[in-house]
């Protein structure tokens, strides 16, 4: 079985998100502002974030598929469900559970500034640093680690423990 060992409790994430939900509201300002949730970790990051906005937020979602059910990234992403919202002249904010390797993020970001948006952005609940192998600007992040397999929050091993309210790293 499989360990959790506690790395972020509630509290924490939920000041974090309240940080960046208020850089966010200010930097939106008078803007179209579209959250683009990448499903299905995101969300109960989506969820806490909009509700922390004090400006209106316009919300869909996008699914992709990379990971399977392993640990391991496959750098092989595949968009199997698009946002139905009308983009055009919106600024697109890139809602993700996590950035790893930076795949995803790559992917959505050049699948999203082909559309007419004004603009397209990220924003991400963990940046995991230590094994980006993609150059991603990550507008906006809650939190940050090194590496290690985080679940909670949203985040999922094999699609378990995506409820629990804090996150934890899986040790094997
Ligand atoms: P990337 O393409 O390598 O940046 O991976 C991003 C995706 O991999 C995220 O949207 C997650 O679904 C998944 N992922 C990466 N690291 C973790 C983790 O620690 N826990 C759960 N899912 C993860
Ligand atoms: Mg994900």
Redesign the pocket.
Known sequence: MPILEAVFDQERIQAEIKRVAGEISSDYKGRELALVG?LK?AFIFLADLVRNLTIPAYVDFVRVS??GDG?Q?SGN?RLSQDVTLDLDGKDVLLV??????????AFLLSHFSGRNAASVACCALVD?TG?RSRGVDLKYSCLSVAG????GCG???AEKHRGLPGIYSLKP
Request: proline share 4%; no cysteine.
């Open positions: 990448v970790g990379s990971y640990t990234p992403i993700e559970d996590i950035v790893d390797t930076g795949h995803t993020m995991k094994r290690g397999f985080l679940v985040l999922d091993y």
